[in-house]
T-cell receptor, first 114, second 117 residues
Framework: AQKVTQAQTEISVVEKEDVTLDCVYE???????LFWYKQPPSGELVFLIR??????QNEISGRYSWNFQKSTSSFNFTITASQVVDSAVYFC???????????FGTGTRLQVFP | GAVVSQHPSWVICKSGTSVKIECRSL??????MFWYRQFPKQSLMLMAT?????????EQGVEKDKFLINHASLTLSTLTVTSAHPEDSSFYIC?????????????FGPGTRLTVL
């Protein structure tokens, strides 16, 4: 069965701190996709990244970076030099090949204080 | 590109009434649309998957007679909450898959907040 675990319910940091959001997933498939979404207070989901199971290269996009480790079934997300605008709920999600269904983790609420 | 809209953005209704929520893909054809439900401070839970021109597939535990889904065209899906009750109050989010792109490429609408009094 598929499952996504985001153990951190809430994280608070001060601006300019680096912060890492953890995501651990479970799947029996060898082909799958992992996602991160941001949900600001407005509620609209913002797509951040998609990674397929065959691509373990880490990715960096500006202040965001992702660390995909198949050996530990983790897909962690790091924000460098956090800003107040980064305050939101962040969801990690999993989708197995052959299905469009997204299984979301419970989310991590990030608060960045000035 | 790849914009999904929802209407209304919020709605308040009396218990026992029905509410219709629209989900539209504005600049692409959505062969598949998804409806999610999110309670306060909780995750998104998939309610159903709808393919254009066919019946929706509901997730376990979701009452199909209560949450009517229609996907009559490649750009529009509707979710009707029938005989709404306070426990149906939630944030409803739709997403759409672009039929011209590979699967797993879902685009989310801004959500509809339903409050049932």
């Amino acid at each position: 069965a598929q499952k996504v675990t985001q153990a951190q319910t809430e994280i608070s940091v001060v601006e300019k701190e680096d912060v890492t959001l953890d995501c651990v997933y479970e799947t029996r498939d060898t082909t799958y996709y992992l996602f991160w979404y941001k949900q600001p207070p407005s509620g609209e989901l913002v797509f951040l990244i998609r990674r397929n199971s065959f691509d373990e290269q880490n990715e960096i996009s500006g202040r965001y970076s992702w660390n995909f480790q198949k050996s530990t079934s983790s897909f962690n997300f790091t924000i460098t030099a956090s800003q107040v605008v980064d305050s939101a709920v962040y969801f990690c999600a999993l989708s197995e090949a052959g299905t469009d269904k997204l299984i979301f983790g419970t989310g991590t609420r990030l608060q960045v204080f000035p | 590109g790849a914009v999904v809209s929802q209407h209304p953005s919020w709605v308040i209704c009396k218990s026992g009434t029905s509410v219709k929520i629209e989900c539209r893909s504005l600049d692409f054809q959505a062969t598949t649309m998804f409806w999610y439900r999110q309670f306060p401070k909780q995750s998104l839970m998939l309610m159903a998957t709808s393919n254009e021109g066919s019946k929706a597939t509901y997730e376990q535990g979701v009452e199909k007679d209560k949450f009517l889904i229609n996907h009559a065209s490649l750009t529009l899906s509707t979710l009707t909450v029938t005989s709404a009750h306070p426990e149906d109050s939630s944030f409803y989010i739709c997403s759409a898959r672009d039929g011209d792109k590979g699967y797993n490429e879902q685009f989310f609408g801004p959500g509809t907040r339903l409050t049932v009094l």
